[in-house]
Nanobody, 117 residues
Framework: QVQLVESGGDLVQPGGSLTVSCRAS????????MLWFRQSPGKEREWVAS???????SYAESVKGRFTLSRDNDKNMVYLQMNSLKPEDTGVYYC???????????WGQGTQVTVSS
């Protein structure tokens, strides 16, 4: 299995920036994709961005141009840099690891991001 730990959530003003991190440990076998989701109170969890082991990146339309994924393979870390934050970006941000070949689907505990003045 793969264990995920998110960190970096905080309170930030609209227009501000924040980077959240996801550290993976355990049996990280390829091919895989690491995804970020977020969930606000009363709303369904929504996909935000994803990166594969081949560095293919995808972003939801709502964050394209504002959010950027990066990674540190030596540390098994994935970072989500969030710029020009809006109140609607508020939510708990979850990291997700998927390896469809061996049926691994792991989630972190989430980190709270609040965008408010």
């Amino acid at each position: 299995q793969v264990q995920l730990v998110e960190s970096g959530g905080d309170l930030v003003q609209p227009g501000g920036s924040l980077t959240v991190s996801c550290r993976a440990s355990g049996s990280i076998s390829r091919p895989y994709v690491m995804l970020w989701f977020r969930q606000s109170p009363g709303k369904e969890r929504e996909w935000v961005a994803s990166i594969t082991n081949l560095d293919d990146r995808s972003y939801a339309e709502s964050v394209k141009g504002r959010f950027t994924l990066s990674r540190d393979n030596d540390k098994n870390m994935v970072y989500l840099q969030m710029n020009s934050l809006k109140p609607e970006d508020t939510g708990v941000y979850y990291c997700n690891f998927k390896n469809a070949i061996i049926g691994v689907d792991s989630w972190g505990q989430g980190t709270q991001v609040t965008v408010s003045s």
